[in-house]
């Protein structure tokens, strides 16, 4: 059997590419388990991942939920969903999604799940849970951490298409490109230019510090900025920023 999810890791960049354009990159059980087996390589101890990228292949990046699987029966189990999502969100190096093409239902919830999403600017999207009989429940747990409901309610409700300006508005994408893959390598290399540990750590405090009180930030964050500001890596930045060179950050 053919795989549907391949992975390439260049020098920190690991790239999972979804690679089943007959069916648009539908999330069938084979692709999702083997895109569970790709981020579970990648984010492996000693892997050395700074940065996933999540790409596709064909015109489309994730259609949503194969549905002629889905209606030839069998039992119905959304863990494999759920876990990929939950890797790309908690992952502690970034995650990108780079769109170029159509994304339907599920795959917008996969998209969602990245810290940044790069999409092209002909990029359409639709929530079209709601015109088969059911509804946008477990991706709209990354969609709704990241875009205020009342934005997204009509597209969620009617499954009406909508644009890239339309999603950038609404928070669901972080970036609209004329060139996505132009665009994802200069995130890459800002983000490769950082201390390992300084970016992990900014990933959780931008999820985790809105859920604090006030106080509460306040006490972790400058607990945490002590830690830092007297760690290695901000000797060797502080360092590197007098003499006007590049940092050497510590490898695995």
Avoid: Y
């Avoid at 992952?91 to 780079?98: D, E, F, V």
């Avoid at 709704?144 to 999603?167: C, H, N, Q």
């Amino acid at each position: 059997m053919a795989e549907l999810v391949r992975s390439e890791h260049d020098a920190g960049v690991v790239t999972i590419t979804l690679d089943s354009p007959r069916n648009r990159n539908a999330l069938s059980r084979q692709l999702l388990d083997e895109l569970g087996d790709a981020l579970d390589a990648a984010l492996a101890p000693g892997a050395g991942t700074r940065v996933i990228v999540l790409g596709h292949e064909g015109p489309a990046f994730c259609s949503g939920a194969d549905l002629k699987e889905r209606s030839d029966g069998g039992p119905i189990d959304s863990r494999p969903m759920v876990a990929a999502m939950e890797r790309l969100m908690v992952a502690p190096c970034p995650t990108i999604a780079a769109v170029q093409g159509a994304v339907r239902a599920g795959g917008i919830g996969l998209m969602a799940s990245c810290d940044l999403v790069v999409v092209d600017r002909s990029v359409s999207f639709a929530l079209t849970e709601v015109r088969i009989g059911v509804a946008a429940a477990i991706i709209s747990v990354p969609i709704l951490r990241r875009v205020p409901a009342g934005k997204i309610a009509a597209a969620m409700l009617t499954g009406e298409p909508f644009d890239s300006d339309a999603a950038r508005e609404m928070g669901l994408v972080t970036h609209v490109s004329d060139d996505v893959p132009s665009t994802v390598a200069g995130l890459c290399a800002g983000v490769m230019a950082g201390a390992p540990r300084a970016v992990a750590e900014t990933k959780r405090l931008l999820h985790r510090v809105p859920t604090l009180t006030t106080s509460t930030a306040f006490a972790e964050m400058r607990a945490l900025s002590d830690e830092l500001f007297s760690a290695p890596d901000a000797a060797e930045g502080m360092a590197a920023f007098r003499e006007k060179r590049a940092p050497q950050w510590p490898t695995e």
